[in-house]
Nanobody
């Protein structure tokens, strides 16, 4: 089994900053990519940012220039630094990892439990 544990969500005022962390553990052979998605009430889950195993990054247009994704490969951990937060960034943020597990030897998607980010004054 592969587990993703997120941390770092919370309540922040508009213009503030937060840093999310997600650590992957378990039967991991390799991790191809890690990323963050979010889902606001009444909306579909959307990609926020992703990073590959060679460091290539991809961002949603709505967060470019404000959010930065990074990865510590030795710790199987991905981070999302969020600056200049806006009320429309309010959502549950989910960590995703594309993992080849030692139990399956197949590439599968794994998800964290989600962490709430609320941007409000």
């Amino acid at each position: 089994q592969v587990q993703l544990v997120e941390s770092g969500g919370g309540l922040v005022q508009p213009g503030g900053s937060l840093r999310l962390s997600c650590a992957a553990s378990g039967s991991i052979l390799s991790i191809n990519a890690m990323g963050w998605y979010r889902q606001a009430p009444g909306k579909e889950r959307e990609l926020v940012a992703a990073i590959t195993n060679v460091g290539s990054t991809n961002y949603a247009d709505s967060v470019k220039g404000r959010f930065t994704i990074s990865r510590d490969r030795a710790k199987n951990t991905v981070y999302l630094s969020m600056n200049s937060l806006k009320p429309e960034d309010t959502a549950v943020y989910y960590c995703n990892a594309r993992v080849v597990a030692t139990t399956t030897y197949r590439l599968n998607d794994y998800w964290g439990q989600g962490t709430q980010v609320t941007v409000s004054s």
